[in-house]
C-alpha cells in the first residue's frame, strides 16, 4: 500500500528544505528545481508526488525500468522523466524517445551515438549534462575532472544534436560532509573554467541527494535528485 498523503508531505517538506536553504546560501527561491529520483518506486508511488506541481521531473537510472513506468503512466499526470544513470550505447535510441533529459553522458563515444541518433530520429537539440566523477571513485561513472574540458571541446565540434546544458555528479562516499562540500565546489568551479574557455553558459548543475543536497545548494545546484527522503529507504541500489 502507497501512503499517498506521506509522499506529498514529504515532497512539500523537501521542496521548504530546498527554499530555505537557497535562502540562506544567497541563491534565489526558484535557483534549484527538485528531480524526484523513482527508481525502485512504483508508479502509485510517483503518481501523488507529481501531483504536487512541485517536482521538475522524475529521475530514472535504468531505462528498462524507467521504460516500464513510462508504458503504463495514466494521462492526466503531466511530468518529464531524467535518466541519472549510466547508459549503455545500446540502449541510446529507446533513451532518447523515453526521457527529455539525459544527466549522466560520461564519455565522447555515447555523445557521438547520441548525436547520429538525434539526426536520424529528426530531434531538435537534445538536453544532455555531462557527468564528471569528481570523488574519483572506482565505481562511479564520469569524466575525470581533466577531461571535462576537452571532452566538452570534442563534443561542441563533432555533436551539433546534443544541448550541453551543464554538469552532473554523485557526492563521495565520505561521511566527512568537508570532502562532499569540496566535491561540489570543484565541479561548480570546473563548470566555470569550461564556459569561460568555450563560451557556453553551461548553466546547469545537477549535484546534491538525499544525505547532501544542502551542502550541493550551497555551492551552486540548480538541480538536486532526491531519492529516499521522498519516497522512503530502498532495498539496495
Ligand atoms: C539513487 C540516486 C539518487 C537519489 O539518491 P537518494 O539518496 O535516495 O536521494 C540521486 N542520483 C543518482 C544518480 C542516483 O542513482
Given at each position: 500500500m502507497v501512503d499517498s498523503m506521506a509522499i506529498e508531505d514529504k515532497v512539500r517538506s523537501v521542496f521548504n528544505d530546498i527554499k530555505e536553504i537557497s535562502l540562506r546560501s544567497g541563491r534565489g527561491p526558484e535557483d534549484v528545481k527538485l528531480l524526484a529520483v523513482s527508481k525502485t518506486h512504483p508508479v502509485e508511488a510517483l503518481l501523488p508526488a507529481v501531483d504536487t506541481g512541485l517536482l521538475w521531473g522524475l529521475g530514472e537510472n535504468r531505462v528498462q525500468e524507467g521504460e516500464s513506468k513510462i508504458d503504463v503512466w495514466p494521462e492526466g499526470h503531466p511530468v518529464n522523466w531524467h535518466l541519472i544513470g549510466h547508459l549503455q550505447r545500446n540502449k541510446a535510441r529507446k533513451a532518447l524517445s523515453l526521457f527529455s533529459m539525459i544527466h549522466s553522458l560520461d564519455s565522447f563515444k555515447l555523445g557521438e551515438t547520441l548525436d547520429r541518433l538525434v539526426q536520424e530520429m529528426g530531434l531538435a537539440p537534445y538536453p544532455v549534462l555531462i557527468e564528471v566523477?569528481?570523488?574519483?571513485?572506482?565505481a562511479k561513472h564520469g569524466v575525470a575532472p581533466e577531461d571535462g574540458l576537452p571532452t566538452l571541446m570534442q563534443l561542441i565540434e563533432s555533436c551539433p544534436?546534443?544541448?550541453?546544458?551543464g554538469l552532473m555528479t554523485v557526492g563521495p562516499l565520505s561521511d566527512d560532509r568537508s570532502d562532499t562540500a569540496r566535491a561540489f565546489e570543484s565541479l561548480r568551479l570546473l563548470r566555470d573554467g569550461m564556459s569561460k574557455e568555450t563560451?557556453?553558459?553551461?548553466?546547469e548543475l545537477s549535484m546534491g541527494m538525499s544525505g547532501d543536497f544542502d551542502l550541493a545548494i550551497e555551492q551552486g545546484s540548480t538541480v538536486v535528485r532526491i531519492g529516499s527522503s521522498i519516497f522512503g529507504v530502498r532495498e539496495s541500489r
Amino acid at each position: 500500500m502507497v501512503d499517498s498523503m506521506a509522499i506529498e508531505d514529504k515532497v512539500r517538506s523537501v521542496f521548504n528544505d530546498i527554499k530555505e536553504i537557497s535562502l540562506r546560501s544567497g541563491r534565489g527561491p526558484e535557483d534549484v528545481k527538485l528531480l524526484a529520483v523513482s527508481k525502485t518506486h512504483p508508479v502509485e508511488a510517483l503518481l501523488p508526488a507529481v501531483d504536487t506541481g512541485l517536482l521538475w521531473g522524475l529521475g530514472e537510472n535504468r531505462v528498462q525500468e524507467g521504460e516500464s513506468k513510462i508504458d503504463v503512466w495514466p494521462e492526466g499526470h503531466p511530468v518529464n522523466w531524467h535518466l541519472i544513470g549510466h547508459l549503455q550505447r545500446n540502449k541510446a535510441r529507446k533513451a532518447l524517445s523515453l526521457f527529455s533529459m539525459i544527466h549522466s553522458l560520461d564519455s565522447f563515444k555515447l555523445g557521438e551515438t547520441l548525436d547520429r541518433l538525434v539526426q536520424e530520429m529528426g530531434l531538435a537539440p537534445y538536453p544532455v549534462l555531462i557527468e564528471v566523477n569528481t570523488s574519483g571513485e572506482e565505481a562511479k561513472h564520469g569524466v575525470a575532472p581533466e577531461d571535462g574540458l576537452p571532452t566538452l571541446m570534442q563534443l561542441i565540434e563533432s555533436c551539433p544534436g546534443l544541448d550541453i546544458q551543464g554538469l552532473m555528479t554523485v557526492g563521495p562516499l565520505s561521511d566527512d560532509r568537508s570532502d562532499t562540500a569540496r566535491a561540489f565546489e570543484s565541479l561548480r568551479l570546473l563548470r566555470d573554467g569550461m564556459s569561460k574557455e568555450t563560451g557556453l553558459p553551461l548553466k546547469e548543475l545537477s549535484m546534491g541527494m538525499s544525505g547532501d543536497f544542502d551542502l550541493a545548494i550551497e555551492q551552486g545546484s540548480t538541480v538536486v535528485r532526491i531519492g529516499s527522503s521522498i519516497f522512503g529507504v530502498r532495498e539496495s541500489r
